[in-house]
T-cell receptor, first 113, second 111 residues
């Protein structure tokens, strides 16, 4: 089964702080995704990438940057964190020709005070 | 822009009941249709998918897809307390690697 790991698992920061969330997948998948999950909104796509150096804008990108440094590693950056970014963040990966199935990491709970 | 809606928002059923969850979508060119299950505090995990009209059964779970009515559903036969979870439907549109998720149905199966 596909393996996706995330770090940290929990993070508390203050308004205006800088935060980097990390994601690694070890299954050579081409696509990686960052989502946020909030009650009543399901999973909302922030950014995604189809390979090292590539970045695509998702549906809720404001206030977020992302970078795909290698095929395995995808980072989400919050440079001026705001309380509205308090959420549960999931990373996922998928492969070409896999019927779009996405494999999710365990999530990072971010709290912005 | 694809719009995916789920109903009901929450559902409580007794153990052994047949449960039905619904999902509607707006893009008639959509190609793949997924159900994901997310237990409390855990990551979403793919449950099953369908890409052509009709039904697909895997154990106690059945997906039914009707593209003309822009609707698909998940049916759970003999619901178990371990089925209690958030169920998310997701749709993939033609030419895009994105999955658009619904907001979820919280299912509780009472012993």
């Amino acid at each position: 089964e596909a393996a996706v790991t995330q770090s940290p698992r929990n993070k508390v920061t203050v308004t205006g702080g800088n935060v980097t969330l990390s994601c690694r997948q070890t299954n050579s998948h081409n696509y990686m995704y960052w989502y946020r999950q909030d009650t009543g909104h399901g999973l909302r796509l922030i950014h995604y990438s189809y390979g090292a150096g590539n970045l695509q804008i998702g549906d809720v990108p404001d206030g977020y940057k992302a970078t795909r440094t290698t095929q395995e590693d995808f980072f989400l950056l919050l440079e001026l964190a705001s309380p509205s970014q308090t959420s549960l963040y999931f990373c996922a990966s998928s492969d070409v020709g896999s019927s779009y199935e996405q494999y999710f990491g365990p999530g990072t709970r971010l709290t912005v005070l | 822009q694809q719009n995916v809606q789920q109903s009901p928002e929450s559902l409580i059923v007794p153990e052994g009941a047949r449960t039905s969850l619904n999902c509607t979508f707006s893009d008639s060119a959509s190609q793949y249709f997924w159900w994901y299950r997310q237990h409390s505090g855990k990551a979403p995990k793919a449950l099953m998918s369908i890409f052509s009209n009709g039904e697909k059964e895997e154990g106690r779970f059945t997906i039914h897809l009707n593209k003309a009515s822009l609707h698909f559903s998940l049916h759970i036969r003999d619901s178990q307390p371990s089925d209690s979870a958030l169920y998310l439907c997701a749709v993939a549109s033609s030419g895009s690697w994105q999955l658009i998720f619904g907001s979820g149905t919280q299912l509780t199966v009472m012993p």
